[in-house]
T-cell receptor, first 115, second 113 residues
Framework: DVKVTQSSRYLVKRTGEKVFLECVQDMDHENMFWYRQDPGLGLRLIYFSYDVKMKEKGDIPEGYSVSREKKERFSLILESASTNQTSMYLC??????????????FGPGTRLTVT | GENVEQHPSTLSVQEGDSAVIKCTYSDSASNYFPWYKQELGKRPQLIIDIRSNVGEKKDQRIAVTLNKTAKHFSLHITETQPEDSAVYFCAASIEGSNYQLIWGAGTKLIIKP
């Protein structure tokens, strides 16, 4: 069974703080993703990584950065948290196969509240 | 940019009845269409997917149909049960990407007893 874990289920931070969200997967997947989930907006891609030290911006990268130093770990960083970053953050991983896209496995999510 | 529209946003059906959720995509090069189910407080999980060389796929009570000409695909759930209550997301692959998906906004399915 693929296991994707996230460092916290719930997090409360103050405006202006630097926030780190960590994601770890145990299936040697090449691809890892960070999404933000808000009601009525679905899953919006913040950043993804297709290899160690490789990253690409998604649809809403402003205010976020990422780090992937090891294959199994993908970190999302909020440089200076703001109240509009209050949301559910979901990490996912997948492995490319011949023929195209493959199933994404999600972590349990981190509900971040910025006050 | 490319997008996926999903309807309805909320669907309420009587237990035992069928439910249909529809998605329309804009990228004609999309060739992979998964459906994910997210139960309350849990992570999204893949329930069924379809590739562009197939028009329909079925797995027990759930089925997905794809109309490439019209660029839409649908999820069908028959004989709905209380455990089908969840938020369902459709997605479509992005041309030239082996890993990115564009997601619909989600449909909250409510099964009334």
């Amino acid at each position: 069974d693929v296991k994707v874990t996230q460092s916290s289920r719930y997090l409360v931070k103050r405006t202006g703080e630097k926030v780190f969200l960590e994601c770890v997967q145990d299936m040697d997947h090449e691809n890892m993703f960070w999404y933000r989930q808000d009601p009525g907006l679905g899953l919006r891609l913040i950043y993804f990584s297709y290899d160690v030290k490789m990253k690409e911006k998604g649809d809403i990268p402003e205010g976020y950065s990422v780090s992937r130093e090891k294959k199994e770990r993908f970190s999302l960083i909020l440089e200076s948290a703001s109240t509009n970053q209050t949301s559910m953050y979901l990490c996912a991983s997948s492995s490319p196969v011949a023929g195209g896209p493959y199933e994404q496995y999600f972590g349990p999510g981190t509900r971040l509240t910025v006050t | 940019g490319e997008n996926v529209e999903q309807h309805p946003s909320t669907l309420s059906v009587q237990e035992g009845d069928s439910a249909v959720i529809k998605c329309t995509y804009s990228d004609s090069a999309s060739n992979y269409f998964p459906w994910y189910k997210q139960e309350l407080g849990k992570r999204p999980q893949l329930i069924i997917d379809i590739r562009s060389n197939v028009g329909e796929k079925k797995d027990q009570r759930i089925a997905v149909t794809l109309n490439k000409t019209a660029k839409h695909f649908s999820l069908h759930i028959t004989e709905t049960q209380p455990e089908d209550s969840a938020v369902y997301f459709c997605a479509a692959s992005i041309e030239g990407s082996n890993y990115q998906l564009i997601w619909g906004a989600g449909t909250k399915l409510i099964i009334k007893p």
